[in-house]
């Protein structure tokens, strides 16, 4: 919360919140901007209506002067149905009036009636650990003078007559104890620099005097710094999630990631003291090459905070644990209050946890560097540490090991005997084509095609003319014997008793008979009754004398396969087994034929290409070696794919395979083993 003319902060993570700040937390600077806005009555009065002090709501303004423009609040989200009084007095000047009635004489009356309103609540607890913190202080300084008067008495060479001197007063033991607790807090030497050497004494005044000028500079008391109700949510949530870890590195992530949660730190560092020195678990060029600021902070357990940088000691009731460095980006804005409330507190309650895995970090390291260069390995010097049984054989393996063990060793049983035992299919491939039962209707002569009279699907009966050849030259070399055999018919009629006459009547005939058998082996007929499946030819084209014109089948035929095998299967081909038909170019089509006949000699492309016809052979593109011819009925006419039905035609190419035999599925994997397993 900001009051007065100030300008608000880049929204962050906790500034878009708005969390409030009550205002004994907010900084001297900003509560004294408001100490002169107003007049005695209007305090006065403002001082008598507050009645325990809650956070104004965001459509309320500031009470400043009349130099001030009022800025917005943030509101508070514990007391949103306050939300539309107005009456409510300013924080500061409830804070004001309680210091003057503290101040100033009243009668016993007037200050019941104000303990009794509730107005003094935090602020004499505030101030009353600020006197305390003073007295510390004062204490604190006292000491230093004593320590600084009894080391000019050991070097100074007039130290008797300073002996001389009357003795300061002795100590109360309330006091004996808050000195000795500062005195801890305050310096903590190594082991190896107790004792009664001089050097020891200077380095306590060094850092009781560390201790005084941050107590100067308004350095602030991790430990009197409360968890406000706003911030417990996401402090305590941080809390819990770093009291999961296991170790210090995971803990020391987690705490780094909260503390750039909650105030938006360009960077955070955490360095720990030790005996041989600060170190840290980040990158090495964490701790500055000047450490006298961080030392100066965890001897004397306070917290500094400026406006873009902030050193906050992580402290229990008896040590500093950790320095947490906080540096924010230049070109944002400082911290707010609220994030350095957020980050000391964060501090103060991990402060426990980051011990314990401090400590547990350093033993592990040390127990680590002493199992270095023994006897045994670190291993089992671990084991044998976490254990604590004597005698009992170390067991460095995990626990899944030893029930993957077993049950690895009974699998490859397993397998073996299955290998063994279970039975692998083996085939004999090769490439078919689908037959229909009937004619090929070839040319009986060369020449041009001059009309197809049939389709395909038609009917047609035995001598039925299918396609027609030119015959020009044959037709007029038919008209021109015609016209001889008339003109000799015609001599003959005149004398018939000329025998020449009647031979030349003869011979016209003849040559007429000659034309129209011509003429006849133009025409194409069907050699059988049947139904056109396949026309080759159409108007125009050229045939040469053999050449495939159409194809005639039977109605009622069924269809077949003619498959071509490897020749070294033909031992184990017989009648009767099935044959594997995949139609190419159409998937999940593959129906299962019987075989009703195979070759008895195997033989070789070319004689395969004659049988099927010179117009199949490039069907079934066969390599050279040796084949067996094999046939098969197929079981429709028809065959299914995925969601269609469709017909068998003519000449279709099809992968074909038979199982020919069944072998161990361990003698597949290695064929040297197959003349030692019985059939």
Known sequence: ??????????????????????????????????????????????????????????NEVSISGPTRQPTER????????????IDRPHPDDVRRESRRSRSSPSTEDERRSFVASG???????????????????KRLADELRAARAAEERKSSP????????????????????????????????????RGSDPNIEVAKLAQAQQAVAMAAMGAIDPLAVPVPPELGGPIYGWIRRLALQADLLG??????????????????AIIYPGADGLWTLGQDDEIPKEATPIVAVAQARRAMVSSHTAVIPVVTSTECVAVILLTRNP????????????????????????HHLAVAHLQKASEIKADQGGLYRGEALEAHRTRGNEGVPVNLSPSWVKRAYPTLVIFILLAVFGSIFVKVPTYSSGMGVVMLNGVSITAPMGGTVDAVLVKPGQHVKKGAVLVRLNAGEQDAELRQATRDADAATVLYLYDQQDEMTKKTLTQALNKVDREKDRVES???????????????VRVGSALQPGDQVLQIVEPDAQPEIW?????????????????????????????????????????????????VGTQLADSIKLPPGSYVWVRAKLPSKTFKTQHNTWFYHHGMPAKTEVKIQDKPFLVTLLPALEKYIPD
């Not at 195997?602 to 049988?611: L, N, Q, Y």
């Open 74 to 85: 943030s509101a508070s989200p514990l007391l949103l149905e306050q939300h539309h009084r």
């Open 251 to 268: 803990a020391d992530k987690v705490l780094r990631e909260a503390f750039t949660d909650l105030t938006s730190s360009l960077s955070v």
């Open 158 to 193: 007039s130290a008797k007559s300073d002996d001389r001197r009357p003795p300061p007063s002795p100590p109360s033991s309330h006091e004996k104890s808050a000195s000795a607790s500062a005195s801890a807090s305050a310096s903590q030497p190594s082991a190896s620099a």
């Open 522 to 536: 133009r025409l194409v007929r069907a050699k059988q009754s049947g139904t056109v499946s396949d026309i080759r």
């Open 1 to 58: 919360m900001r009051y007065g003319n100030q300008q608000p902060e880049a929204p962050t993570h906790l500034g878009s919140h708005h969390l409030p700040l009550p205002p004994e937390w907010l900084p001297a600077e900003e509560l004294a901007i408001h100490d002169d806005d107003d007049d005695g009555p209007t305090r006065a009065a403002r001082a008598r209506a507050a009645a325990g002090w809650t956070p104004i709501p965001s």
């Open 119 to 137: 107005e003094v609540n935090t602020s004499a607890r505030i101030e009353e650990e600020r006197r305390e913190r003073r007295a510390a202080d």
């Open 331 to 354: 070109r944002n804005p400082g911290f707010h209050p609220i994030e350095q409330v957020a980050a000391i507190a964060l501090a103060r309650e991990s402060a426990a946890i980051l």
């Open 563 to 611: 498959a071509f095998l490897p020749g070294k299967d033909r031992p184990r081909l017989r009648l009767g087994q099935d044959l594997q038909v995949e139609i190419l170019g159409y998937t999940k089509a593959r129906d299962k034929a019987k075989i009703t006949y195979v070759s008895t000699e195997t033989m070789g492309p070319t004689e395969a290409a004659k049988i």
